[in-house]
């Protein structure tokens, strides 16, 4: 592991060293495929096969009306033709900062391959329909998890834990239960998010990446087949 240099005062902390990037491969506007989205879905995968610890996990920013910024990492459970779909709760901070303000953003970091994905978009929520089939293929725990999370709220020591066994007296759920119907609450569901802008960067020595950035053209295209400028950006 590499370890961080730093240097210590009284009051302030100075980091001294940081790592030098040397990945062998480039991304240039020539190279990368003509859709962020399938782009995306090419690293993706190469981060899967690379075994990269959790490679759905990214940072998601949102923001109240008045700008105010916010930001937590969270699960990516879907691309489609669209754009990144998670789930969530409806009454979370998150989900009440979309509501006000859909401006958002994602960024994936897959650390051992040098690489980022930023991703900056709107938000919208899926259908009750994918939610309510989203949430059926969850553990039951995590679906009595959904129930008895007053998601961001101010919480009692025990509370949780009593919420949680109401919620298994409530839909039947025991340790010999082979099968539960536990449904999906109307206050969780998915957000997907449609970019409109995506950067793909990528990790170089003494600090110069390679970066190439996907605008969409406005009005080139339907949301079904948008057509996008790409661009190699300094870094």
């Known amino acids: 592991m590499d370890l961080v240099e730093v240097a210590e005062t009284t009051n302030t902390l100075h980091v001294c060293s940081h790592v030098q990037y040397n ?14 989205l399938e782009q995306f879905h ?3 995968n190469e981060a899967r096969s690379a075994g990269i610890r959790e490679p759905d996990a990214m940072s998601l920013s949102t923001a109240t009306a008045s700008g105010i910024p916010s930001s937590r990492m969270v699960l990516f459970k879907q691309l489609d033709k669209h754009g990144f779909v998670f789930y969530t709760n409806y009454t979370s901070r998150k989900s009440k900062e979309l ?15 040098s690489r980022q994905v930023r991703i900056v ?20 725990g995590s679906q009595l998890g959904a129930w008895a999370s007053k998601q961001s709220s101010v919480i009692g020591e025990n509370d949780l834990a009593n919420r949680l066994k109401k919620f298994h007296e409530r839909f039947g759920v025991t340790e010999d239960a082979n099968e539960v119907d536990v449904p999906a609450p ?50």
Not at 23 to 36: F, M, R
Not at 121 to 140: D, H, N, Q, T
Not at 214 to 229: F, H, I, L, M, T
């Open 42 to 44: 090419i690293w993706f």
């Open 121 to 140: 978009g709107r938000a919208e929520k899926v259908s009750k329909e994918e939610s309510e089939a989203y949430f059926k293929s969850r553990p039951v």
């Open 186 to 235: 109307d206050f969780w569901g998915g957000w997907r998010v449609i970019p409109n802008e995506m950067e793909f960067w990528l990790g170089k020595p003494s600090r110069l990446h390679d970066r190439i950035r996907y605008v969409r053209v406005n009005g080139s295209a339907s949301d079904e087949e948008p057509q996008w400028k790409v661009d190699r950006l300094s870094p």
């Open 23 to 36: 990945t062998p491969d480039h991304i240039t506007p020539t190279n990368v495929h003509h859709s962020p």
């Open 99 to 113: 509501e006000e303000n859909p401006n958002v953003a994602l960024l994936f970091f897959w650390r051992e391959m």
